[in-house]
């Protein structure tokens, strides 16, 4: 467990950041903080691969002159930051469609309070 | 064998949505024969997928001429093209029954509905046909993304229910999207077919089971599995009736599909039976959903809300139906997944169509439907029936394969569900029979007429549907025997 927080000090925040996400998300009844918490917790997972792709003293992946190709443990595997470009843009748009939702209810029931809005349904 | 198939599949119901909003804002009239148009064009497409894949084996297809490994591939085989066929058929009939009820209710957001409901059917084929499992995370979430402005487009409570949905999608979907994480880790790869080679080697490690607890967790929030079915009675019970046929028929569908896929085919049916044993505990919870489902839908009074929780019964039943580890529990799974496809749109648009012709939305309410309305009635009963499970009907086909493949397996307590779950469907549909068509004539009013056209059409295709797909169950399982059942059985 104390190798872990030394020696992986990263996925130990990915962990906290995912579940202090994740906690918000299910326990504010505020909507707009809900939102927070959602996009905490996508951040974080945007965090755990960006950490997957973590090199010491790599570099980009490309041609440094035409002659040799750098070999692979000389820079940093690009898949996953390319990956996440396609999850930045799937949460953006995730955050944008809720944050809509949350104008169109709070036009209606005046309220960003969860309790308060399930009050005024009944 | 390649072809550029699969990316037609996804490309016409793709710019049919995009065409929708600039043909749409001349003129709105224009959207409903482009979707429809689309649609038809897409079955067809698909029908001839399927039989291509049938006959002469999987097409698959390279974007961008990246070999699979490194590049994305798209595949049609057996499962993917049956699935798809379902897909397009079903949503065409769900959108021609839709006609009249987005002109009632969403009168002023024509455009948004036809082209939302088109790139959630497009996002569908995409996680249908995709050979990636990166691939597979974005097409969910294009689709949970159409799906959830859909329940929430007309307003009212239906927005407070589309929000709970999209931020229980969306931990569903972020844990998915970890759970690729952890697999790319171990492995190095996304490819599902490459994945399938490379996971033997390292199938012990704890990256790779955290990984795939964390991608079932996902899917099973997107499918509405029992306990994680939180936003599904919501949803069901506010989503426009004009959206709910689509919406409950094949949207839970496609992430059952996607766990099959990463089940069965990237894991295999030994390593999920016995070295990563989920397949045991995902039984158990099939037989509890099934019976919990069905059991807390008894006590509905709202139609849509009954057959919401008659839903999360279901959905028990095929989790139950794959876990039973024989070929002919698979493919009873498979068939009744294809039954239910059929049997809750029409079950949602009769109700649809109730509440469209005299605002009947309670289960007392529907004795309205029994004189006048002998389509819809007709409707009701032979769908509700195949919900329960009488023969000729395709609900009985499934369940009946359900059972022999768990007495195969000698799982007794997965028949039991079954038939309990059966049981307690009968209680609840024919306590319903029993409002419509037993109880005097006085609550009757006169003048409620037959409904529209589109929806009398589109019942009556659905109902015959159930009817076919059973009669004809011996050729359909015939089909799933022959090139659907993964190796390893």
Known sequence: ?122 | MTSNLPGFLFAIPFFAAIVIPVVGFTNQKFCRPIALGALVFLSIVSVIGLSEAVSHGPLSHEFGGWAPPIGIEWVVDGLSGLLMVAISIVSLIALVHAGPLVEKELSDRVIPFYSLSLLLIAALGGMVLTGDLFNLFVFLEIGSLASYVLVGVAGGRSLHSAFRYLILGTIGASLYLLGVGYFYAETGTLNMADLAQRLPEVIDSRAVLTGLLFIVLGLAIKMGLFPLHGWLPDAYTYAPDSFTPLLTSVVTKVPLYAFVRIAFWIFGMTTVSTQIPILVVLGWVGAVAAIVGAYLAIWQENFKRMLAYSSVSSMGLFMLGFSLGTETGFAGGLFYVLADTLMKAALFGVAGAAIYQCGASTVTDLVRLRRNMPWVSTALLISALSMVGIPPTAGFFGKWHLVVGALEAEKYFAVTAILVSSMLTALYFFRMFQRVWAEPLQLVEPHVLETPFPIRISLGVLTFGIMALGLGSDLVMGLIFESVIPKGF
């Open chain 1, 1 to 122: 467990m104390a190798d872990i927080l030394l020696y992986r000090p990263h996925f130990v925040a990915f962990i906290i950041l995912f579940l202090l996400g994740m906690y918000i998300m299910v326990v504010n009844p505020n909507l707009v903080k809900k939102l927070i918490g959602m996009y905490l917790m996508q951040t974080s997972i945007i965090l755990f691969f960006i950490i997957l792709a973590v090199k010491k003293d790599s570099t980009i992946p490309i041609l440094l002159d035409s002659a040799t190709a750098l070999p692979p443990e000389a820079y940093a595997n690009p898949l996953p930051h390319v990956l996440m470009l396609t999850a930045i843009v799937v949460g953006v748009s995730t955050l944008g469609v809720s944050l809509a939702m949350v104008i169109a209810l709070y036009r209606q029931y005046s309220t960003l309070e969860e309790d308060e809005i399930l009050g005024k349904m009944k």
